[in-house]
């Protein structure tokens, strides 16, 4: 109990109980998230499944001990304690808090309690996204993708407008895209655009957190008093102070006010998970596709674009960023790598030969559920990068995300991905990856850079001025497990030959986890670095490197057993993301999980808008992780499918 008060609180408030109708103040409540109606509504904490009137049940006693008839003034707050900033911090007010879901209702007025007598009160509330009811989440009543009814209006309103064709024809030429894909992927985006207007409240913009939750009761003896000492923006947690913020107020309550009040916390009564299933299929988004038209051949009754799939699948077949004018040349040859039917030798003598190679991009699919397969027996799904039939090369990407974004939390990922080596220990040139990607949309701003210049643009590539930016929704959280060099080249360390390391004869078996946190170099971390540094954590040192002080990323590396993360039945992958640091992790077992990287927001800005999940089988170039000992030029395309599951996926 807290309290700071001017005179004697005649009144005493006892056994505060913050959900006695699913446990007692001894008793953390462990609950997973709903996620029926969730992807049109957001999560609801509890649901009507989880209780009969989808609500939690609060009480508490208040006695009167004066000698005065009176009635007593109560409000009651929540917030998520596992993923939020020190109620001293600046950063106080982004951390997830609520109270009614009805904000404009203040605190409530109790019936009059006699003079020493006892009264036992009893409430309800529930847990709900965007709590604070801010309007910059608000939007329109549609959700998912944007229909072909949408579409096509954008697309005779860019034919009919002169001035819009002549820039939609001039992107295309620009960008070497066909006219009419161009107009339809500029009338997906407007059409896109429009569904930011409207008066519906997207609570799954800011959806509930996972994790604990702490209860905060407040009575007052005295409506003066209340008005008095508590501002309305904290009576009223959807309205701003003064300076146009928000004010947290387990902050405000938390400091010693002179004022007649009560408040009492209870802590860590509520843990959240979110557990999504493959049960429910697999989604395909139209929007994600580089062109309209797709061959539907392989879809099924849990993996389509119904509307049924679009509300109730908790994951969509995720489809990398396609350009077809970014190339890379290849051998003429199939083989089965991943068989060992394609030996370190084949590729050494491929680079001695004279070849025409094939140009053609990496690909991603055009026949959605061909490479993705939901098994909803056995809760879990098969990612296959297909193989090469005949002469139709093409190396293809494949991968799934989710489709219920979060901000922070705890990724727990269990997988059987593909062997990254054959017996022989040649590279298959395929990068397996776990990663968080931003929630696309206007509304998912990460927090502005404020510091010297402000966001270096993903797009920027080093030549030039940098066009700096203040605001993004950018932001990205890795694993990629790949072949490459364990150590950076020499200029990483200075020009200093000396300095780095050589390669061990012992990784030959190995491959690389990488871990990577794109902050797009925002300066307002204080030891923003370059080349290789050093950051400590518990008892171990991480090393982390950054290309230059204007490269969007820091990045890690952990060299690990081939045959230990992709021999077994499955291995498990972690990525905990916290508001001011990210761990990564990787092990056997849930429970058995090795630390291989760490980064915190001294060293990288930390992103704090709302992210997916996304695990992929990809081609990468060998360039991007340069001094890799294999060239993705002289890997064969696959004569078989290359084949990954993902088994589990937990967010705690």
């Known amino acids: 109990m807290l309290s700071a008060c001017s005179k004697q609180i005649e009144f005493e408030v006892s056994d505060f109980n913050p959900i006695y109708n699913l446990s007692s103040n001894n008793k953390k409540l462990s609950l997973q998230l709903d996620y029926e109606n969730a992807y049109e509504n957001g999560f609801v904490v509890p649901s009507v499944n989880q209780t009969p009137d989808g609500k939690f049940h609060f009480s508490f006693k208040i006695k009167n001990t004066s000698n005065q008839n009176k009635k007593y003034y109560y409000k009651i707050y929540y917030q998520n304690s596992s993923y939020k900033f020190d109620e001293a911090h600046a950063f106080s007010h982004e951390n997830f808090y609520g109270s009614w879901e009805d904000s404009s209702i203040t605190f409530k007025e109790t019936k009059t309690i006699l003079a020493d007598e006892s009264y036992l009160i009893q409430d309800s509330f529930r847990i709900v996204g965007n709590p604070r009811n801010e309007p910059s989440f608000f939007g329109s009543d549609k959700v998912g993708p944007v229909t072909d009814n949408e579409i096509q209006q954008k697309i005779n309103a860019i034919k009919n407008n002169p001035e819009w064709l002549k820039a939609v024809t001039e992107k295309a030429i620009n960008s070497k895209v066909n006219k009419e894909i161009q107009i339809y992927k500029d009338a997906v985006y407007t059409a896109k655009l429009d569904r930011n207007l409207g008066r519906t409240n997207n609570r799954w913009k800011r959806n509930i957190r996972v994790g604990s939750y702490d209860f905060l009761l407040v009575v007052f003896a005295n409506k003066n008093e209340l008005d008095k000492h508590v501002p309305k923006f904290i009576q009223n947690i959807s309205l701003k102070n003064k300076e146009d913020k ?244 020499i200029s990483s360390y200075g020009g200093d030959a000396s300095k780095k390391p050589k390669e061990p004869l012992s990784d030959s078996n190995k491959v690389m986890v990488t871990y990577t946190n794109w902050d797009l170099a925002c300066d307002d971390a204080q030891k923003l670095n370059r080349g290789v540094f050093n950051i400590p954590f518990q008892s171990s040192l991480f090393e982390l490197h950054r290309w230059d002080n204007w490269y969007q990323a820091v990045t890690g590396k952990y060299g690990a057993s081939n045959e230990e993360i992709f021999g077994n039945d499955y291995y498990w992958f972690q990525i905990e993301w916290k508001p001011e640091e990210i761990i990564w992790r990787i092990g056997p077992e849930k429970d058995q999980l090795t630390t291989i990287g760490y980064v915190n927001s001294a060293y990288s800005s930390i992103p704090n808008n709302q992210m997916l999940l996304v695990v992929t089988q990809e081609w990468h170039l060998e360039n991007w992780w340069p001094e890799a000992p294999f060239n993705q030029n002289f890997i064969p395309f696959p004569a078989q499918d290359i084949k990954g599951e993902v088994l589990e996926v937990i967010i705690e």
């Open 246 to 489: 928000y004010v947290n107020p387990f902050s405000f309550f938390s400091e010693k006010i002179n004022m007649e009040h009560i408040t009492i916390v209870i802590k860590d009564a509520l843990r959240l998970s979110a557990q999504p299933s493959f049960k429910n299929g697999v989604f395909v988004n139209k929007e994600s596709f580089f062109e309209p038209n797709y061959d539907t051949t392989y879809f099924s009754n849990k993996c389509n674009e119904s509307l049924s799939l679009l509300k109730n699948a908790h994951y969509e077949q995720f489809i990398s960023s396609f350009n077809p004018n970014f190339t890379f040349k290849n051998i003429p040859l199939v083989a089965d790598v991943n068989g060992n039917n394609y030996t370190r030798k084949d590729y050494y003598n491929s680079i001695k030969n004279e070849y025409k190679f094939i140009k053609t991009p990496i690909e991603v699919s055009h026949c959605p559920c061909k490479t993705v397969i939901p098994d909803s027996t056995n809760n879990k799904v098969t990612l296959l990068n297909p193989a090469v039939k005949d002469t139709a090369y093409r190396k293809e990407n494949v991968g799934i995300i989710t489709r219920h974004g979060f901000t922070y939390g705890k990724y727990s990922v269990k997988a059987k991905l593909p062997k990254l080596l054959n017996k022989d220990l040649l590279w298959n040139g395929l990068t397996n990856a776990i990663w968080l990607i931003y929630q696309n949309g206007e509304w998912n701003k990460r927090r502005p850079c404020s510091t010297k210049n402000g966001f270096v643009p993903k797009t920027y590539d080093g030549n030039g001025a940098i066009n700096y930016i203040r605001e993004t929704n950018y932001s990205e959280i890795d694993i990629e497990i790949v072949k490459a060099a364990r150590h950076w080249p």
